[in-house]
């Protein structure tokens, strides 16, 4: 973490230097100093002890107290606030070759200039309620997007956790085996019945108390018993792997820093590895591809065969897909759609994006947009909603997953891709467990090449639809859409901003 105080030093000399005029040498002569360790001082790099720091006071003329004190003129407040704010403590520079402490002397080097530049990315952030959280889960998903989401070491440590825990090639994990093992070898207290009774704690998955010598996992009982065993499998896998920084609950109340999105990724990664071992995955998509008809029943196969929820089981396929056929041209998203909600059909919620592929998809758009219609996430939820009214009318549920599957062509410039694209998409949606009136829908999409439709029979299947889609309604250019939730505003809007520039070049001309 930069030392604040040092960085600090460092600008307001630098600032203070520049206000009278001064090059480093005649201030380097006067306080008694050399040129190079004054650079290294103005650079944040070192901190002078105090009888240096007089004679600098002196050599620019500033009282001692100010210069040491926290406080900077206006001009050098945005670079001040960068170098106290959250962010900077919190994101990981070094996983893309940058020292935080690089970044503050780049600011504070033109700091007129990039001091308007923080407050204008302060301000987008803000209009856009975007949190330290939000910027440290990009990170992550880049971090996973330069490893191609391969991860041989977490798929080693999944196989070692197998072999302690005596399963077999291919044994599947229970639920009520995983908690046994957190309790007989760990010493763990597994509490399923705290959290559904309070009203607080009740949408928690699980809370991790206790000590390290008593810990107690709360577990939220209402939970099915596949997302049961991936809360014990994951306990399991902080534990291999050592993760000191893992979140004490399975949902975020504050992310202080990027050792615990790692942590929270590398341990649930585990889980699923251990619940979905990479042979069983593997010998499945082979199956898949060698296909020659699509058929939603092994999706639904797989949901039962590996008793896996949908995300765990859609997940696990961004891990295997690029090692078991060479595909890692694809994305994954999750939206949730809240059906009690006035106007329920526009409550769809992007709440998760994960994409290797070429073609930005989400990119760029803003919160107000609706999201293209013809995706089979989206089909999927309003199947799964109409299925559920009519059931309602009848005084019974139907929680049994929806599965959607089409050759989708994303049309030219969604997502600010010059080129147009196509994917196989698959998409499942059912209702979340422990929030009543909200669906959740998973999807996968491939991309789709030559070389890669011919290796994945499946994906010639005349039997599948073809849907030309876009990214949001008010940037698409299929006119006659039949589920169209807005006009296209955004597309109007350029097209008229090239006309009238178009109009303004021939005026020039004349």
Same mark, same amino acid.
């Given at each position: 973490?930069?030392?604040?105080?040092?960085?600090?030093?460092?600008?307001?000399?630098?600032?203070?230097?520049?206000?009278?005029?001064?090059?480093?040498?005649?201030?380097?002569?006067?306080?008694?100093?050399?040129?190079?360790?004054?650079?290294?001082?103005?650079?944040?790099?070192?901190?002078?002890? &105090?009888?240096?720091?007089?004679?600098? !006071?002196?050599?620019?003329?500033?009282?001692?107290?100010?210069?040491?004190?926290?406080?900077?003129?206006?001009?050098?407040?945005?670079?001040?606030?960068?170098?106290?704010?959250?962010?900077?403590?919190?994101?990981?520079?070094?996983?893309?070759?940058?020292?935080?402490?690089?970044?503050?002397?780049?600011?504070?080097?033109?700091?007129?200039?990039?001091?308007?530049?923080?407050?204008?990315?302060?301000?987008?952030?803000?209009?856009?309620?975007?949190?330290?959280?939000?910027?440290?889960?990009?990170?992550?998903?880049?971090?996973?997007?330069?490893?191609?989401?391969?991860?041989?070491?977490?798929?080693?440590?999944?196989?070692?956790?197998? *072999?302690?825990?005596?399963?077999?090639?291919?044994?599947?994990?229970?639920?009520?085996?995983?908690?046994? *093992?957190?309790?007989?070898?760990?010493?763990?207290?597994?509490?399923?019945?705290?959290? &559904?009774?309070? &009203?607080?704690?009740?949408?928690?998955?699980?809370?991790?108390?206790?000590?390290?010598?008593?810990?107690?996992?709360?577990?939220?009982?209402?939970?099915?018993?596949?997302?049961? *065993?991936?809360?014990?499998?994951?306990?399991?896998?902080?534990?291999?792997?050592?993760?000191?920084?893992?979140?004490?609950?399975?949902?975020?109340?504050?992310?202080?820093?990027?050792?615990?999105?790692?942590?929270?990724?590398?341990?649930?990664?585990?889980?699923?590895?251990?619940?979905?071992?990479?042979?069983?995955?593997?010998?499945?998509?082979?199956?898949?591809?060698?296909?020659?008809?699509?058929?939603?029943?092994?999706?639904?196969?797989?949901?039962?065969?590996?008793?896996?929820?949908?995300?765990?089981?859609?997940?696990?396929?961004?891990?295997?897909?690029?090692?078991?056929?060479?595909?890692?041209?694809?994305?994954?998203?999750?939206?949730?759609?809240?059906?009690?909600?006035?106007?329920? !059909?526009?409550?769809?919620?992007?709440?998760?994006?994960?994409?290797?592929?070429?073609?930005?998809?989400?990119?760029?758009? *803003?919160?107000?947009?609706?999201?293209?219609?013809?995706?089979?996430?989206?089909?999927?939820?309003?199947?799964?909603?109409?299925?559920?009214?009519?059931?309602?009318?009848?005084?019974?549920?139907?929680?049994?997953?929806?599965?959607?599957?089409?050759?989708?062509?994303?049309?030219?410039?969604?997502?600010? !891709?010059?080129?147009?694209?196509?994917?196989?998409?698959?998409?499942?949606?059912?209702?979340?467990?422990?929030?009543?009136?909200?669906?959740? %829908?998973?999807?996968?999409?491939?991309?789709?090449?030559?070389?890669?439709?011919?290796?994945?029979?499946?994906?010639?299947?005349?039997?599948?639809?073809?849907?030309?889609?876009?990214?949001?309604?008010?940037?698409? &250019?299929?006119?006659?859409?039949?589920?169209?939730? %807005? !006009?296209?505003?955004?597309?109007?809007?350029?097209?008229?901003?090239?006309?009238? %520039? %178009?109009?303004?070049?021939?005026?020039?001309?004349?």
């Amino acid at each position: 973490m930069p030392d604040r105080l040092r960085l600090i030093l460092g600008v307001k000399l630098r600032s203070l230097r520049q206000e009278r005029g001064l090059g480093l040498k005649d201030v380097a002569r006067a306080a008694g100093l050399s040129v190079s360790y004054l650079s290294e001082i103005e650079q944040g790099k070192k901190y002078p002890k &105090p009888d240096k720091l007089v004679d600098l !006071s002196v050599a620019l003329g500033v009282p001692y107290d100010d210069l040491v004190s926290l406080r900077v003129d206006k001009g050098l407040d945005a670079v001040r606030d960068v170098i106290e704010s959250r962010l900077l403590r919190s994101f990981p520079f070094e996983l893309f070759g940058v020292d935080a402490d690089d970044v503050v002397r780049l600011l504070a080097a033109m700091p007129d200039r990039t001091g308007a530049l923080v407050r204008a990315v302060g301000d987008v952030t803000r209009s856009y309620d975007a949190q330290v959280e939000d910027f440290l889960l990009a990170a992550l998903r880049a971090y996973q997007q330069m490893h191609a989401n391969r991860f041989p070491d977490l798929e080693a440590t999944a196989d070692a956790l197998r *072999a302690r825990l005596g399963l077999a090639d291919g044994e599947l994990p229970t639920a009520d085996r995983l908690r046994a *093992a957190l309790e007989a070898d760990h010493g763990y207290t597994v509490d399923t019945e705290r959290l &559904p009774s309070d &009203p607080d704690l009740a949408t928690f998955r699980s809370v991790l108390a206790g000590t390290p010598s008593a810990r107690v996992l709360y577990v939220n009982g209402a939970l099915h018993d596949e997302q049961l *065993a991936f809360l014990y499998a994951r306990e399991l896998g902080f534990l291999a792997l050592d993760a000191r920084h893992r979140p004490a609950t399975s949902s975020w109340i504050e992310v202080e820093r990027f050792e615990q999105v790692l942590d929270h990724f590398r341990g649930s990664y585990v889980a699923g590895a251990v619940l979905l071992p990479a042979a069983l995955v593997d010998a499945e998509l082979h199956r898949l591809a060698a296909m020659p008809r699509w058929d939603q029943d092994t999706v639904l196969g797989w949901l039962d065969g590996f008793r896996a929820t949908p995300e765990m089981l859609f997940h696990r396929l961004t891990q295997r897909l690029p090692d078991a056929l060479g595909l890692d041209e694809l994305y994954f998203l999750r939206f949730h759609h809240d059906t009690a909600a006035r106007g329920a !059909s526009d409550s769809y919620r992007l709440t998760k994006t994960f994409n290797l592929s070429q073609v930005p998809v989400p990119h760029g758009i *803003a919160a107000d947009e609706h999201y293209c219609r013809r995706w089979p996430e989206m089909r999927a939820l309003e199947a799964l909603n109409e299925r559920q009214r009519t059931a309602d009318g009848q005084g019974r549920t139907d929680d049994r997953p929806v599965v959607v599957a089409q050759r989708q062509h994303f049309v030219a410039g969604v997502g600010g !891709s010059p080129a147009e694209a196509d994917f196989f998409a698959v998409a499942v949606a059912r209702p979340l467990a422990l929030v009543p009136g909200t669906n959740s %829908a998973v999807a996968l999409g491939l991309r789709r090449t030559r070389a890669t439709a011919r290796r994945v029979q499946v994906w010639s299947d005349p039997a599948l639809p073809d849907v030309d889609v876009g990214l949001t309604c008010e940037r698409c &250019p299929i006119a006659d859409c039949s589920v169209r939730a %807005a !006009s296209a505003s955004v597309l109007t809007a350029e097209a008229t901003a090239a006309r009238r %520039a %178009a109009a303004l070049a021939t005026l020039g001309a004349r």
